[in-house]
């Protein structure tokens, strides 16, 4: 697997250099349209995928479910509400990642909150992203339906998960925060792998719960906010990864939060090089195509577990 992902590493960004209107040209790098268009996307679409695998990994433990993913519990809509909000105000540049990363922490620390309130357990939680994330969703809905044609029309396209409006201005700004993101769930793997054992099992290794709950939540909500601001919406890329590494290559779950970055990383500039080509001259949103991708993932791996509780 390794050496796949390294093949792959190689192999991939000169795909998506060479690559245009369905055909392979070898890229010249004077040409502006490599350096001022290709170059900052393939940037983006590893930094989007990056962030999105890893964040995905993280709350899989925060949630001691496998089935979590930015998207799904919530986190992902947190932020497109927020950067919708700064968008219909009409600001942009550095607000958008510091909107989305609060928009995002906001989400998760209520969706912790009322799962605790309601006593649901795991299933709460999952349940409780939900509907965190349908709330956040009829929000934005609200504030589209009250903004003009501009503004609509340019969140319509975000929305749908478009790496092709990623700005270069915006670029550095958000993998700064991207990338902080994925260091703090890094430094606490050893924290949410005994929280992975449970409650009470990581009180006893010394785990301070709250305070790894809290700094996963800020994590995954740095790294989730730095994808969104940059490409808006794209779902399972963080339950896809993290879930297929798991059963792959297994570990600790540093290990996995880093490998789900890498791996993250390479599928969204794959799926993103497939979208620009398959349609030409249509330029489809790599989060359509990452969303044909997750719903039967999502389907098998939710048998798979019902599969394993029952034989448990």
């Given amino acids: 697997m390794l050496a796949g992902l390294i093949a792959a590493s190689l192999a991939l960004p000169w795909l998506a250099l060479a690559s245009s209107a369905g055909h392979l040209a070898w890229p010249d790098l004077a040409d502006p ?14 930094t989007v995928g990056a962030a999105l695998a890893a964040s995905g990994a993280a709350l899989q433990a925060l949630f001691r479910n496998p089935l979590a993913d930015p998207g799904l519990i919530g986190t992902s809509g947190g932020a497109a509400l927020a ?24 989400a998760t620390w209520l969706i912790l909150m009322l799962a605790r309130l309601a006593k649901g357990g795991l299933a709460g939680l999952l349940l409780m992203g939900l509907v965190v994330g349908a709330f956040c969703g009829a929000v934005s809905s609200l504030i589209l339906f009250l903004s003009d044609d501009l503004t ?34 890094c430094a606490i793997g050893r924290d949410l792998d ?15 719960t709250p305070r790894t709950r809290r700094l996963a939540a800020a994590g995954a909500a740095l790294a989730t906010g730095g994808a969104v601001a940059l490409s808006g919406v794209i779902g399972f890329v963080g339950m896809m990864i ?7 290559a297994g570990g600790c779950r540093r290990k996995l939060i880093l490998l789900s970055a890498w791996a993250g990383a390479l599928f969204l500039l794959a799926v993103d090089t497939l979208a620009r080509n398959i349609a030409w001259p249509l330029d489809l949103p790599v989060g359509l195509m990452a969303a044909f991708a997750g ?10 577990q019902q599969g394993s509780a029952n034989h448990g």
């Fill in 33 to 46: 349209l490599v350096t001022q268009l290709r170059l900052p996307r393939i940037a983006a679409a590893l």
């Fill in 83 to 106: 950067v919708i909000a700064v968008l219909a105000l009409g600001l942009a540049g550095l607000s958008l990642p510091l909107a989305a990363f609060g928009g995002g922490l906001i």
């Fill in 152 to 185: 609509l029309r340019a969140a319509s396209s975000w929305l749908a998960g478009n790496l092709g409006a990623a700005q270069p201005e915006q670029l550095w700004p958000c993998l700064a925060v991207a990338g902080l993101g994925i260091a703090l769930l």
């Fill in 194 to 208: 005994c929280l992975l054992l449970g409650e009470e099992t990581a009180r006893s290794l010394g785990v301070d």
């Fill in 242 to 248: 993290p879930n297929a590494l798991a059963l792959l």
């Fill in 295 to 304: 719903p039967p993932f999502f389907i098998w791996l939710f048998r798979r």
